[in-house]
């Protein structure tokens, strides 16, 4: 089992960036693929990025943050990032962290097994 927390959340201006980290306790997190989902007000969770275990040598993005948002992981310190570039009033919302037991990484929800609280994005115009 997976324990993740995130962080790194916070208001910026349009255009900002930010870098949000989710930290994992548990063991062989090196084995687990990564997503980042996020939830605005009022909508459903949607996917934002994956990144397959081990070397994270995959990557996937959802069509809306392609270009903008880069996903990474340090297994030495269990630790999986998302940077996020040039963002947009569009990209508030809460974003979770979240480990799966699939691979190659996947983009439904119902594939993540281990959710964090989140941490709040707010971007302002």
């Known amino acids: 089992q997976v324990q993740v927390v995130e962080s790194g959340g916070g208001l910026v201006q349009a255009g900002g960036s930010l870098r949000l980290s989710c930290a994992a306790s548990g063991r062989s997190f090196s084995s687990y693929p990564m997503g980042w989902f996020r939830q605005a007000p009022g909508k459903e969770r949607e996917f934002v990025s994956a990144?397959?275990?081990?070397?994270?040598?995959?990557?996937t993005y959802a069509d809306s943050v392609k270009g903008r948002f880069t996903i990474s992981r340090d297994n030495a310190k269990n630790t999986v990032y998302l940077q996020m570039n040039s963002l947009k009033p569009e990209d508030t919302a809460v974003y979770y962290c979240?480990?799966?037991?699939?691979?190659?990484?996947?983009?439904?929800?119902?594939?993540?097994?281990?959710w964090g609280q989140g941490t709040q994005v707010t971007v302002s115009s």
């Open positions: 979240a480990a799966s037991r699939y691979s190659p990484p996947r983009t439904r929800i119902d594939d993540y097994y281990y």
């Open positions: 990144i397959s275990r081990e070397g994270g040598g995959v990557t």
